[in-house]
């Protein structure tokens, strides 16, 4: 039973920390690693045990919300905007003791945008962008050796990103240029490839075993990004919004993982996550145009375990969509015209990972006599 339980908790470990945060449209919440969720194994993880994970994510965004209200007219009507968004993030981890490990992440993205306002309102047009996104490396630390007696384990990390993603990424408009010329411009906040500022992350992330097949686990992160504005130009109406910010951005996820017994190496999940990008950053001014807000969704997933090999599939489904005001917004209302900025949002986003447990190798020892 001892054997079982440790079994399932290591499997947990696996299953349930391969990423953190996805984008879901207009509201640009960019591939994010937590430090920390690649190691996978987690305390149990040896000295000197590497793990290298690749997680893909897709989500199709389209439904359009100001506030938690959504404008299905502008389906009906045609002139709502689609992002199609594929994201792999690449993530290699090493653990220095048990507790202690270092890891650094390298996301690729592919991004579609269909919009009929971009492009003078008269025809629709896509967009594209694709390439490196920001780049993160960090530590962490599990808070409690595995000589101790406990049914679970937390962990603390700390992470920095670095502004190597394109975020002056240009496609050609139609329709907007002298006499109706196409012209090359940025594309939209939500397919640049990086936001242009150097950042900083706290995370955690926790499992406690209910019994031997039963997991309860959470974790979460907080991008800190104080740079104001990156310089690159919207060409949007408002000056207030004409270039774009540097906006923070958060996760919080949490359930319940249930190990099969009668399958090896089978585990499904269901939980629930939030993640958004705040109306203000924690650090720094906050000028130029954003779309925060934020989407809750339900998680459910399913994961198999084969040797030092684990693949993960998870599908949060939205529950909750949300556009918040943001400061521009606030700033450029008068009593007769309360502006509220509006974004699109996917339905569901489909997540896919493969994470590789590389065990330190232990030198043979050979009798000669």
């Excluded at 993880?45 to 994510?57: F, T």
């Excluded at 009668?262 to 999940?269: D, E, N």
């Excluded at 996550?273 to 950053?281: A, L, T």
């Excluded at 000028?287 to 693949?311: H, Q």
Aim: hydrophobic fraction near 35%; charge should be positive.
């Amino acid at each position: 039973m001892k054997k079982l339980f440790l079994s399932g908790i290591i499997g947990a470990y696996l299953f349930l920390f391969p990423e953190f945060g996805y984008a879901q449209g207009c509201v640009a919440i960019r591939q994010f690693s937590g430090v920390g969720n690649a190691v996978g194994q987690g305390n149990f993880q040896n000295q000197g045990d590497w793990n290298i994970s690749a997680n893909y994510r897709y989500f199709k965004s389209f439904r359009h919300f100001r506030g938690t209200h959504e404008e299905p007219e502008r389906i009906e009507n045609g002139t709502q905007v689609i992002n199609w968004s594929h994201g792999m993030d690449l993530t290699v981890s090493y653990s220095f003791t048990s507790r202690i490990y270092a890891l650094a992440s390298i996301p690729f993205a592919y991004n579609e945008r269909s919009s009929l306002y971009e492009h003078g309102r008269t025809e629709r047009h896509t967009t594209y962008s694709s390439g490196l996104g920001d780049i993160r490396i960090g530590a962490g630390y599990w808070l409690f050796p595995e000589s101790e007696k406990r049914k679970g384990n937390m962990a603390v990390g700390l992470g920095i990103k670095f502004p190597s993603g394109n975020f002056r990424a240009e496609d050609t408009f139609y329709n907007v240029g002298v006499g109706g010329q196409p012209e090359i411009r940025p594309v939209d906040q939500s397919i640049q490839l990086g936001d242009g500022g150097f950042g900083f992350n706290v995370d955690f992330q926790g499992i406690w075993g209910i019994n031997s097949s039963l997991f309860a686990y959470y974790s979460g992160f907080y991008l800190f990004n104080p740079k104001n504005t990156n310089g690159t130009r919207t060409f949007r109406s408002r000056e207030s919004e004409s270039i774009m910010s540097v906006p923070d951005q958060y996760s919080l996820r949490g359930g319940a993982f249930y190990s099969v017994k009668q399958v090896h190496g089978l585990g499904f999940l269901l939980g629930g996550r939030i993640e958004g990008i705040p109306v203000s950053d924690l650090l720094g001014e906050s000028d130029g145009f954003r779309r925060p807000g934020y989407v809750i969704s339900v998680e459910p997933g399913a994961s198999y375990m084969l040797k030092n090999l684990t693949g993960t599939l998870t599908v949060p489904l939205a529950l909750v969509r949300n556009r918040t005001r943001s400061l521009t917004d606030i700033a450029d209302s008068t009593p007769e015209n309360k502006r509220h900025g509006d974004a699109a949002f996917a339905d569901y986003v489909i997540n896919f990972s493969l994470a590789w447990r590389i065990p330190k190798k232990v030198p043979q020892v050979f009798n000669t006599l």
